[in-house]
């Protein structure tokens, strides 16, 4: 009696597995994010962003040694009905001139700019917390001083920080800038 009850329950369970919708796995599939697809920047979704939420990328460089160098900042929101917006603000530093209590350099507003993001900038900047995300993993120690990358949501449930002295995350960074627009593009030149 027991070794029917056991066959039935096998053909039961086997019909329920092919039963199943194949449509339902190959969805799944395509819905996997790819890099050209802007899928960081849902709008009043619960797991993306809400007129509250704010992420925030900054980048501290290390051009006065131990003591750091300027600063820059892009602050990414939403705007109701506008979309998304970033705001820009990029610091100059004299070495020399140095703030008594914080040990730092100070920061003068060099440059602040704000604009609205299209898809190209919501690519890019999902592109660049990926490079992000690559370059904490391989992360080296860099001793005192060393460029810093980070990027923060106002909620803490993102936060990823790189402090090292790789010339990739420099570079990564200024990719990002230029496709914001913030920089000018290079144009290399054939030998």
Known sequence: MKKDHLQLIFIII???LLSCDSKEGTQHIKNNPS?????????????GFTSDMKLTLKAEFDECGEWGGHKEEMVIYIKPKKGFHLDYRKFSVNCDSMDAFLNAPIQKLETSKTIKLVD????SISNYLNRMLKSKINEGFPGHAGNLFSAITSDSTLIISVYDY??????????LQRELGF????IKKND
């Open 166 to 175: 790789k010339k990739i995350d420099i570079e990564s960074y200024n990719k």
């Open 14 to 16: 086997s019909l329920l």
């Open 120 to 123: 190209a900038n919501k690519i």
């Open 183 to 186: 920089l000018p593009t290079v």
């Open 35 to 47: 890099e050209s697809e802007v899928i960081f920047f849902r709008e009043n979704d619960p797991a």
